[in-house]
């Protein structure tokens, strides 16, 4: 056999053992995202969210018969950013997420990064569909079998944490986490209710067990001299961190000072979007222990997977905030491919009713799916379209001038 005649055969015994899905990624040179779909949760009322997490679901078709779904954002948030995809190639997801950061005449605050990290989690799971992989293979593959997970309560009576931490560790969570006494009302005293505080963590403490873990989210009530003092407070009692001490979350001077005179763990984060929004100077300044930043808030697995090089270069640990359930999905897949340690917030893990299929939680867990892409399954008929977007940035949004380095890498506008 002639060189030329064995290549050729080779070339077909290849092909012949790829799935189809691979066969399509190499030769779809001409793959495009088509129009971009955005539904409102049949069983959600406010466009928000819990705690203003938007739980919208976002459907990116393309030309191969693909889609990819994300969640977050809103309709005037997403319109924006879903017009710089159509079109394009959706398999150039760095480049996508650059021209939707980038291309608008002022940056991407938190909230547009929002509708950001939606449509980059959408790109994340038509890639992963397209090559018939979920989508933490594609990340590195896994670092980890499992992912922890800490069961939140927000306020807590006092006369039921000891029985409730007791109850979270025997359903096989970390940790149980409170951020408020229940029934206390609006008024909040930060010195005098200190000991209170102190107390309801001992109990918590005690209900934990010495193989269990507590976490106490300050949820930036306190000044400098009262978050000091708390935090003294709670060191003997060994909490896995405390969240979001400061109200002055992005007064890093300050924060630099209360880090230097506690022993205590310390975790911020949720509050920020993108790398250098707030992250960097929190992990790079050696001031908090754990990052609570989340998907999408910080633009998706993109942003997350910059954020995770981050941490692991400063030996902190990735605790994201919960989000909507696809968004939940995305997290898991990002979890599972970084070397850090890491723990995930499990709030309302049970499926919506829009969901045929998604995270796969239990005893306090959260497991790897082999689903392609995200590994969800969308009940579209369980949800109510808002909006469609089928052109390229239409003529009334801001249109600005598109440039590129000489490579072909986005620029700017």
Not at 133 to 152: H, W
Not at 311 to 329: L, Q
Request: with cysteine.
């Amino acid at each position: 056999m002639d060189r030329r005649r064995f290549i050729q055969n080779a070339a077909v015994a290849v092909a012949a053992a790829l799935p189809l899905s691979a066969s399509l990624a190499a030769v779809r040179s001409d793959l495009r995202i088509t129009r971009v779909r955005v539904f409102n949760p049949a069983n959600t009322t406010n466009l928000a969210g819990p705690l203003g997490l938007s739980e919208i679901v976002v459907a990116v078709d393309t030309n191969a018969g693909i889609t990819g779904y994300g969640q977050g954002g809103t309709p005037d948030l997403l319109r924006y950013a879903a017009s710089l995809l159509i079109d394009q190639d959706p398999l150039r997801i760095e480049y996508l997420w650059q021209r939707m950061y980038r291309s608008s005449i002022y940056p991407a605050g938190r909230e547009r990064l929002h509708a950001v990290g939606a449509l980059d989690c959408a790109l994340w799971d038509i890639k992963g569909k397209l090559l018939d992989v979920p989508v933490y293979q594609l990340l590195g593959g896994r670092a980890r079998d499992y992912i922890e997970c800490y069961k939140s309560y927000g306020p807590i009576r006092p006369e039921a944490a000891r029985a409730e931490a007791r109850k979270t560790m025997d359903e096989g969570y970390k940790a149980i986490r409170v951020f408020s006494l229940a029934g206390a009302g609006n008024s909040f005293d930060t010195r005098r209710g200190i000991d209170a505080l102190v107390a309801l963590c001992t109990d918590l403490r005690e209900g934990a067990g010495p193989s269990g873990e507590f976490i106490f989210d300050a949820h930036t009530r306190f000044d400098y001299a009262d978050a000091l003092h708390l935090c003294e407070r709670l060191a003997p009692l060994s909490p896995l961190f405390v969240e979001d001490p400061l109200r002055q979350m992005d007064d890093y001077t300050l924060f630099g000072r209360l880090r230097e005179r506690t022993s205590v763990p310390l975790a911020a984060g949720e509050q920020f979007g993108e790398l250098r929004d707030g992250n960097l100077p929190l992990v790079e300044q050696g001031l908090i222990d754990y990052l609570r930043s989340s998907i999408p808030n910080v633009g998706g697995i993109t942003g997350y997977r910059k954020l995770a090089a981050l941490c692991e270069a400063h030996s902190v640990a990735m605790v994201p905030h919960f989000t909507g359930p696809i968004a939940t999905a995305a997290v898991v897949h990002a979890l599972l491919s970084v070397p850090t340690p890491v723990i995930n917030e499990a709030y309302k893990p049970e499926l919506p009713a829009y969901l045929k299929a998604g995270i796969d939680f239990r005893n306090g867990r959260m497991y790897p799916v082999d689903r392609p892409g995200l590994g969800v399954t969308v009940d579209e008929q369980r949800l109510n379209p808002i909006a469609q977007y089928t052109q390229p940035r239409p003529p009334e949004l801001y249109q600005g001038e598109s440039f590129q380095r000489p490579d072909g890498s986005h620029l700017y506008l």
